[in-house]
C-alpha cells in the first residue's frame, strides 16, 4: 500500500517537471531569437561561468589564444577558430607594432612570425647604422671578363699570388684592309705609327692605322693611265731631325724617288737610275740607296743636300746594308693579288680586374693591419658566391683554412643575390690572410667591409690610454653581439 502510494507521486512529480521544462526553454528562445545583445549577455554569462569554474585552464587559454588587447572570447572553444572577419581581426589581434600584418585572416602562428620578422628588419636596420658610425667602410669590386668560372684570391700583400691564374689572356686578332692595286711593300713610319703601302698599279701609296682605317691614298701622278710610275718599294728617314719620319717611294717605270712628308702629300722628286726596284735609308750617312736594275748602278741621294752620288755595279759593296733601320713591320703583310694588307694585331687583355682602392688597401695592409666587423656581398647575375675561404698563415708558415657558407648568410631584407657575413667578425686583413672564393663567368662581385684599423689607442684600456697621453682613446670599444637579432629570436 504505501509502495503503491511511493510510485504514484514520483510518477506525478515527474510528469510535472517534464512539462515544465518545455514552457522555460520556450521562454528563453523567444526572448532571444531576434535579439543580438542578448545573444552577446548570453555568451558573456557562459565565459565568466566558464572563467570561474576553469581559471587554471582558462588562463592557459587565455595565454595561447589571446592578445594584448585583453580579448576574452577566444577562451571559449567554439571562438578559438578565427572567422574571415578582418574587423574582428583588427580588434582581437592588434599590436603595439600595429595592425597591418593581421589585416588577413590567417594565422596567430603565422601573424606572430610577421611580428617577428618585422622586429628583425628593424634590427638590422640598427645594426646597419651602428656600422656607419663606428666603423670605416670599404668597398672591392670584382669583375669577371671572361666566360668561365674562375678562382680569385684577395689580400695576403706578402705572397706573390696572383688575383687569378693566368692574369691576363693573348687575343689574336687580323684585319684584312682593301688599299690599291697591286700593292709590293709596306713599312712602319715610327714618326706617326703609321702605315705606308706603295700600290704598283693604281700609282698611289695609301697610309693605314693599326687598327685597319685608311688615313689616306696619296696619288703620285696625275696621269690616269695606271702604271706609268709603278712605285714598288719604301724607305723612311728614321734620323732624329728635320725630315724625321719623311717616307720616299720609288717608281720602277718613271725613274724617279718622291718624298712623301708627314702631310700625306708629295713634297719634292729626285730623279734615279733606269728600273730602280730596291731603296734603303742609311742611318750612318743620311742617304737613300737606290738599286737601279736597268743601269746597272747604284744612286745615292743625300736626304738634306739632295746631292747624288752613282756607283757603277762594278765597285764593291755599293748597295751595302750598313746602319739600315728595320722599318718592315712584323704585324703587316700585303696580298698583292687580292690587294689587301693584313694587319695581325696581338693584344692581351686581362681575365680579372679589381678596382683602384683594392690595390692601395692591399700594400697600407701590410703593414698597418685591420680588423674585420662585418661584411657584405652582392653578386650580379643569378649566381651565388655559395662559399668564401679564409686562408691564414701561421708564424710556422702553415695554412689554416676556415670556409664560410654564404648560403646561411642570405640578407634579412630577401634580396636575391646579397649575403650579410657575420661569421668574420674579429678576421684580421693584414699581409698574412687571404680570401679566395669562385666568381661566375662575366660576373661584377663587390665586398662591402667594416673594419677598424689596428690602432694602440684601440687596444689599450681608457686609463692606461690617458696615462700614455692619447686623448682620443676611448678604451676597447664595446662589442654588439655576433648575432645581432639573437635577443629577439
Not at 666568381?439 to 690602432?455: D, P
Given at each position: 500500500m504505501h509502495k503503491l502510494l511511493f510510485i504514484t507521486m514520483a510518477v506525478f512529480t515527474m510528469g510535472a517537471t517534464i512539462k515544465l521544462a518545455p514552457n522555460k526553454t520556450d521562454d528563453i528562445a523567444c526572448e532571444s531569437c531576434d535579439d543580438p545583445s542578448v545573444i552577446k549577455r548570453t555568451i558573456h554569462s557562459n565565459e565568466n561561468a566558464y572563467m570561474n569554474n576553469n581559471s587554471v585552464k582558462y588562463r592557459n587559454q587565455l595565454k595561447k589564444w589571446g592578445t594584448r588587447s585583453g580579448v576574452m572570447h577566444v577562451?571559449?572553444?567554439?571562438?578559438?577558430?578565427?572567422?574571415?572577419?578582418?574587423?574582428?581581426?583588427?580588434?582581437?589581434?592588434?599590436?603595439?607594432?600595429?595592425?597591418?600584418e593581421i589585416s588577413d585572416c590567417s594565422s596567430l602562428s603565422r601573424k606572430r612570425n610577421l611580428i617577428k620578422d618585422q622586429k628583425q628588419k628593424e634590427a638590422f636596420k640598427n645594426y646597419?647604422?651602428?656600422?656607419?658610425?663606428?666603423?670605416?667602410?670599404?668597398q672591392v669590386v670584382v669583375k669577371n671578363h671572361t666566360p668561365e668560372i674562375r678562382d680569385v684570391c684577395l689580400w695576403g700583400g706578402n705572397s706573390d699570388k696572383p688575383i687569378t691564374d693566368p692574369l691576363f689572356i693573348e687575343n689574336d686578332e687580323s684585319i684584312d684592309v682593301l688599299v690599291g692595286t697591286h700593292p709590293q711593300q709596306v713599312v712602319l713610319n715610327p714618326a706617326n705609327n703609321l702605315l705606308y703601302v706603295a700600290n704598283q698599279l693604281s700609282d698611289s701609296v695609301s697610309v693605314v692605322e693599326r687598327?685597319?682605317?685608311?688615313?689616306?691614298?696619296?696619288?703620285?701622278t696625275e696621269n690616269t693611265m695606271p702604271g706609268t710610275v709603278s712605285p714598288v718599294a719604301l724607305a723612311v728617314n728614321t734620323n732624329q731631325g728635320y725630315f724625321y719620319g719623311m717616307v720616299y717611294v720609288?717608281?720602277?717605270?718613271?725613274?724617279?724617288?718622291?718624298?712623301?712628308?708627314?702631310?700625306?702629300?708629295?713634297?719634292?722628286?729626285n730623279g734615279t737610275g733606269k728600273r730602280p726596284t730596291e731603296i734603303r735609308f742609311d742611318n750612318a750617312t743620311n742617304e737613300l740607296v737606290i738599286k737601279n736594275v736597268v743601269s746597272k748602278s747604284t744612286t745615292?741621294?743625300?736626304?738634306?743636300?739632295q746631292t747624288q752620288t752613282v756607283t757603277?755595279?762594278?765597285?764593291?759593296?755599293q748597295f751595302r746594308r750598313v746602319d739600315e733601320p728595320d722599318v718592315t713591320p712584323d704585324f703587316a703583310k700585303v696580298f698583292t693579288r687580292k690587294n689587301l694588307l693584313t694587319i695581325f694585331n696581338s693584344s692581351k687583355s686581362p681575365t680579372v680586374t679589381i678596382n683602384d682602392e683594392y690595390h692601395e688597401e692591399r700594400e697600407d695592409f701590410k703593414f698597418s693591419p685591420g680588423m674585420l666587423k662585418h661584411l657584405k656581398i652582392v653578386a650580379s647575375g643569378e649566381r651565388r658566391v655559395n662559399a668564401l675561404q679564409l686562408l691564414q698563415k701561421s708564424i710556422a708558415w702553415k695554412e689554416i683554412c676556415k670556409t664560410l657558407s654564404l648560403g646561411n648568410y642570405q640578407s634579412p631584407q630577401s634580396f636575391q643575390n646579397v649575403s650579410e657575413v657575420f661569421g668574420v667578425d674579429g678576421s684580421m686583413l693584414d699581409g698574412q690572410n687571404s680570401?679566395?672564393?669562385?666568381?661566375?663567368?662575366?660576373?661584377?662581385?663587390?665586398?662591402?667591409?667594416?673594419?677598424?684599423?689596428?690602432?694602440?689607442?684601440?687596444?689599450?684600456?681608457e686609463k692606461a690610454s690617458l696615462a700614455y697621453g692619447v686623448q682620443m682613446s676611448k678604451g676597447i670599444p664595446k662589442r654588439v653581439p655576433k648575432n645581432p637579432f639573437k635577443s629577439i629570436l
Open positions: 577562451a571559449l572553444p567554439e571562438t578559438k577558430k578565427p572567422i574571415c572577419d578582418t574587423t574582428r581581426d583588427s580588434r582581437f589581434y592588434a599590436t603595439d607594432e600595429g595592425v597591418m646597419q647604422k651602428y656600422l656607419y658610425k663606428e666603423f670605416d667602410v670599404m687598327n685597319g682605317n685608311v688615313v689616306a691614298t696619296i696619288p703620285l720609288i717608281g720602277s717605270v718613271s725613274n724617279k724617288m718622291y718624298h712623301l712628308g708627314l702631310n700625306h702629300k708629295v713634297v719634292d722628286i745615292r741621294i743625300n736626304a738634306q743636300t757603277p755595279w762594278g765597285i764593291p759593296n680570401w679566395c672564393f669562385k666568381i661566375g663567368g662575366l660576373q661584377t662581385i663587390t665586398f662591402i667591409l667594416y673594419y677598424k684599423k689596428m690602432e694602440m689607442y684601440n687596444l689599450l684600456p
